[in-house]
Every structure is written in structure tokens, then in C-alpha cells.
């Protein structure tokens, strides 16, 4: 490659840095600038007390703690859910199964706004309305399809004989599930839990309407801080304080999703 074709790249990457960090870059700075007037401390100051009004209202650490459970939550049982279906659908033959795999993408591809009066009706029944759990399943039921997707094509790209071997050597079936696939297919594992997490931990569609007046997730705790004197300095506090725990996943993961992509292509 020549000079101009390296110093062209290298503009071409600084200028899509600049573009994908400002926005980030100006929010962190906001949260640490006070944007309305307190006693003892003046507007446009260098302050944690954005962060510290974030832990010290009620409201907020709930909505942080809503999140952090209806995500885990949604996360495990799409797992639970998602691993033995993929594996049915990798390794057993039966009428339809290809069709019943395209139908639950299909399924995937709804909006779902087209669903969550449905839904809301369905939930206030069962009391699911309110509460983390119900946004949890709700979200399990739209996530699940990409899971099962995503663990068949990894399981399908481990060899059969691979299981002959294992139940040759004395594995039963949940013995070889736990023990010997579920290892070999950790970097599927570290996709399917990287898309399940961003769908759920930034949804507000269903989050908004399953939480009407308890449960609120943190999404619903920022879009609720707007008003006739928005705190700007707080909302982007919490916005911070929002990105951390997706960073942290993604920190963790990073060497199953890496891994993951490559296998695939």
C-alpha cells in the first residue's frame, strides 16, 4: 500500500473516531458540569453532584436495578430456552423443521409495537405488569428466535461425530451437554448473550408499557427526567451511569464474540 493510501485510511478512521466519540465525549462532559443553579455552587462548574443525586433519589437506583434484573433475567432464559432448541434443530430431522426455524425469525422481525397492546392485556392478568419479570419474558419471547439462530448455525458447525464420540465414551446426553458442548460452542454462546443483552438494555418500546407506574427500567428513568426545567447535567449523569454495565458485558465477552465472528466467517 502507498504513503497516500495509508495517510487516506488513517483520515478516513480519525475523522469516523471523531464522528462516533464527540456525542460520547460531550456527555460525559455534561455530566460532570452543574446545568441548573444550587446553593453554594455555580451553573457551568466542574461537580460530582450529578452522580451523587443519580444514588441518592429512590426512584433512580430502582430504575438501575430494574434494568440489571430484567436483563439478566432475559439473558438466562433465552440460554436455558435457546440451547436445547438449537440443538434440536442442529442435530434432529423432522417435518417442517426448517420452515418452524424461518417462522420464529419471522416472528423476530415483528415491531413491537404491534404487540404490546396484546401483550399489556395478557400481563395484567397474570399480574406480570410493574414488574421486571414481565419485561424479562416479554423480551425472552423476542430475543429467543435470534438465539436459536444464532447456537444452531455454532452447534451445526461442530462435526456429529464429535457427539457419537462423546456418548461412545460413556457421556449421557445432559452429561455431553454441559460437559463437553457448551465449551465447544462458547464463543456462540458469547454472541448469543451479546445481542440478547443490547436488545433488552436499550428497548424502551415494551419497557414503557409494561411499567406504568412500578418497575420503571433505567431507560424510563432517563426519558422521565425531561420536563419544563430538564436537568441536563443529571440526564447525561444517568446516561453515563447507563452505559456502564453494556461496557462491562462487552469487556467480558470480547474474546468469545471475537472469536465468535471469525468462526462464522
Not at 455534561?30 to 441548573?36: D, E, I
Not at 436495578?65 to 442442529?90: E, K, W
Not at 447525561?236 to 468469545?256: D, E, Q
Amino acid at each position: 500500500m502507498t504513503m497516500r493510501g495509508i495517510i487516506l485510511r488513517l483520515a478516513v478512521f480519525g475523522l469516523l473516531a471523531v464522528f462516533i466519540l464527540l456525542p460520547f465525549a460531550q456527555t460525559v462532559a455534561l455530566s460532570f458540569t452543574l446545568t441548573l443553579p444550587r446553593e453554594g455552587h455555580e451553573v457551568g462548574a466542574f461537580t460530582w453532584l450529578n452522580y451523587a443525586e443519580v444514588f441518592k433519589r429512590p426512584e433512580l437506583r430502582a430504575a438501575v436495578v430494574n434494568s440489571l434484573t430484567y436483563v439478566t433475567l432475559n439473558v438466562a432464559l433465552c440460554l436455558i430456552a435457546g440451547l436445547p432448541a438449537a440443538y434440536a434443530f442442529a442435530r434432529y430431522r423432522f417435518v417442517g423443521d426448517r420452515h418452524v426455524l424461518f417462522a420464529l425469525l419471522a416472528f423476530r422481525l415483528t415491531p413491537p409495537v404491534v404487540l404490546s397492546l396484546p401483550i399489556f392485556f395478557l400481563f395484567a392478568q397474570v399480574g406480570l405488569v410493574n414488574s421486571p419479570v414481565g419485561i424479562a419474558l416479554v423480551h425472552c419471547a423476542f430475543n429467543l428466535p435470534i438465539a436459536i439462530w444464532i447456537l444452531e448455525s455454532f452447534i451445526s458447525a461442530v462435526p456429529r461425530e464429535y457427539d457419537e464420540t462423546c456418548f461412545i465414551d460413556g457421556h449421557s446426553l445432559p452429561d455431553f451437554f454441559f460437559r463437553r458442548l457448551i465449551p465447544a460452542i462458547a464463543p456462540g454462546i458469547g454472541v448469543t448473550v451479546f445481542f440478547c443483552f443490547i436488545f433488552s438494555w436499550v428497548e424502551v418500546v415494551l419497557a414503557r408499557i409494561l411499567t406504568v407506574t412500578a418497575g420503571k427500567p433505567i431507560t424510563m428513568a432517563i426519558n422521565a427526567l425531561y420536563g419544563f426545567r430538564t436537568d441536563i447535567g443529571l440526564v447525561m449523569a444517568l446516561t453515563v451511569v447507563s452505559l456502564i454495565p453494556g461496557v462491562a458485558m462487552i469487556w467480558f465477552v470480547r474474546n468469545y464474540i471475537a472469536r465468535g465472528f471469525v468462526i462464522r466467517t
